[in-house]
């Protein structure tokens, strides 16, 4: 891999080339279906998993980095498993609007991973203008211009503005009684909670806000991924597709930085 060198304007635009639309594409289904581990793999088979977030061709976002922020009053209700985290209201969706439309519009950004334990993002703490929160090296994404981005969540094709921005958009089919089993186990073992919670969960905000507002969104999707991570056939045509499209784009670059090879080539 060439190594990028970009520098960036107070604008967060890309200084010296013109600016480039990154390939979108939105993953979406239901809580525990796959989202995140699917994205993961196609990270995987890409390359761009230990890459320095600089030199990432295709980057992942969560859509649950947009959550909005909760008063006192909603913490509390969060902490008794009595907040609806499943509702389209729960996250700040103008915010995620004008994330996707800057990362097109080519402008730098960095979005923060989300704490399920806290039920809040991840805080920036600088002391002196030095960044005093370790975790944080691991825990933001810069987005930067040019590549393949995508952006996973539960509901990221329910608003039409939104899904709209999307190039291509899969949908991991996965049933409920399997994304439940998984659930379970998982918001136990990462998330803090516990099974109480989870079920009484699940049974009053979870399952009713996927029938509602997510399998609805099903018939959007341009592609269907059944069984989620087990289907490595359809995450390797899925590797493959995204493999061209990295193609297409150096080819285009380059031809934006030496204009005058490429005519040669071409005539
Ligand atoms: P989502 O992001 O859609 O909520 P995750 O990718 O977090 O789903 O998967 C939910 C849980 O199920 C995680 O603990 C993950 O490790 C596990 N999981 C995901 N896909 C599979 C699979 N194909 N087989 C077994 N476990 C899986
Ligand atoms: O990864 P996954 O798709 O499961 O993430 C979305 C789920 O996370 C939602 O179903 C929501 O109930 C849950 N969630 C939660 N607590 C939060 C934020 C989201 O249980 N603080
Ligand atoms: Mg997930």
């Known amino acids: 891999v060439t190594p990028r060198k970009m520098s960036f304007g107070i604008n967060g635009k890309l200084n010296g080339l ?3 639309t990154p390939f979108l594409i ?7 279906s796959g989202k995140s581990t699917v994205c993961k793999r196609i990270m995987e088979k890409l390359g761009q998993v230990d890459m320095d977030h600089m030199q990432r061709q295709v980057v992942c976002i969560s859509q649950d980095s947009f959550y909005r ?11 008794k498993g009595q907040y609806n985290f ?5 996250f700040d969706n103008d915010l995620i609007l004008q994330t996707l439309q800057d990362i097109l519009a080519g402008v730098k950004c960095e979005i923060p991973a989300y704490d399920y334990r ?6 920036l703490c600088y002391i002196n203008h030095v960044l005093m929160d370790f975790r944080m ?3 933001i994404t810069t987005i930067y211009p040019a590549d393949v981005v995508l952006f996973e969540g539960i509901l990221v094709f329910y608003f039409p503005k939104i899904r709209d921005l999307f190039h291509m958009k899969l949908f991991v089919d996965t049933d409920s009684d399997t994304r439940l089993a998984r659930r379970v186990p998982r918001d136990i073992k990462e998330r803090g909670r516990d099974l109480d919670y989870v079920l009484n969960q699940y049974m009053n905000f979870v399952k009713p806000a996927f029938e509602e507002f997510c399998l609805p969104t099903k018939k959007f999707a341009d592609v269907i991924i059944p069984r989620g991570a087990d289907n ?10 995204i493999w061209d499209i990295l193609r297409l784009k150096k080819a285009e670059n380059s031809s934006r930085q030496h ?4 005519q040669h080539r071409r005539t």
Do not use: F, R
Not at 26 to 32: D, E, L, R
Not at 69 to 74: G, I, M, V, Y
């Open 18 to 20: 013109e600016s480039k």
């Open 26 to 32: 939105g993953v979406s289904m239901g809580t525990a």
């Open 69 to 79: 922020d909760l008063s006192p009053a909603e913490k509390l209700k969060a902490e």
């Open 86 to 90: 499943d509702h389209p209201d729960a």
């Open 118 to 123: 806290t039920n809040s993002l991840y805080l």
């Open 137 to 139: 090296k691991d825990q």
């Open 232 to 241: 490595t056939v359809a995450i390797d045509l899925i590797v493959h597709h």
């Open 259 to 262: 204009p005058y090879i490429y």
